[in-house]
Antibody, heavy 120, light 108 residues
Framework: QVQLVESGGGVVQPEKSLRLSCAAS????????MHWVRQAPGKGLEWVAV????????YYVDSVKGRFTISRDNSKNTLFLEMNSLRLEDTAVYYC?????????????WGQGTLVTVSS | DIQMTQSPSSLSASVGDSVTITCRAS??????LNWFQHKPGRAPKLLIY???SLQSGVPSRFRGSGSGTDFTLTISSLQPEDFATYYC??????????FGGGTKVEIK
């Protein structure tokens, strides 16, 4: 069955960096687009970024453009989110999610999330 | 960017009740509308895609409808496991997805 397991969260100071990982199994990782979605404390879901199945196309929400980078290693079935210049408002649970195809926008499987806390 | 607005933000209902959640898009999104269920500490779960198609394994008491800018999620005969927060999400703009603010369904 499809499994997505996020890791790499933790407490980090403002302006520092953190890299999240998402280990995928149970499907052919290299044929599906992948997303990151976050949920700040007490808030709703916010889409963060998407990467195509082969890594050639990447798109981001405006608030993270230039600071976050989504990438993937299809040989290791792993999705990444490199987060730089972190801000207090980036504090959230970060979920990785599988796309139904390479870019349908239908997120059919999600991980349990990893918590990122930005605090001085 | 497409803004998604859900209402109500919360509601109280009893087991067996029927509830309806509405979602409005800031522009036409055709039928590219999905619904998710989210429980605290759990992974969000896709319930309905493309406005009205039931994701595999989802009970038939969940029904979606609408088109263009206005959509609804109806849960008939609410069950104890249905108490959760529900989100709509547009997939019309695949380079910039967006979610509604959520509707928390609580036990009366």
């Amino acid at each position: 069955q499809v499994q997505l397991v996020e890791s790499g969260g933790g407490v980090v100071q403002p302006e520092k960096s953190l890299r999240l990982s998402c280990a995928a199994s149970g499907f052919i990782f290299s044929t599906y687009g992948m997303h990151w979605v976050r949920q700040a404390p007490g808030k709703g879901l916010e889409w963060v970024a998407v990467i195509s199945h082969d890594g050639t196309n990447k798109y981001y929400v405006d608030s993270v453009k230039g600071r976050f980078t989504i990438s993937r290693d299809n040989s290791k079935n792993t999705l990444f989110l490199e987060m730089n210049s972190l801000r207090l408002e980036d504090t959230a649970v970060y979920y990785c999610a599988k796309d139904f195809s390479s870019g349908s926008g239908r997120l059919d499987y999600w991980g349990q999330g990893t918590l990122v806390t930005v605090s001085s | 960017d497409i803004q998604m607005t859900q209402s109500p933000s919360s509601l109280s209902a009893s087991v067996g009740d029927s509830v309806t959640i509405t979602c409005r898009a800031s522009q036409s999104i055709s039928s590219y509308l999905n619904w998710f269920q989210h429980k605290p500490g759990r992974a969000p779960k896709l319930l309905i895609y493309s406005t009205s198609s039931l994701q595999s394994g989802v009970p038939s008491r969940f029904r979606g409808s609408g088109s263009g800018t206005d959509f609804t999620l109806t849960i008939s005969s609410l069950q104890p496991e249905d108490f959760a927060t529900y989100y709509c999400q547009q997939s019309y703009s695949t380079r910039s997805l967006s979610f509604g603010g959520g509707t928390k369904v609580e036990i009366k």
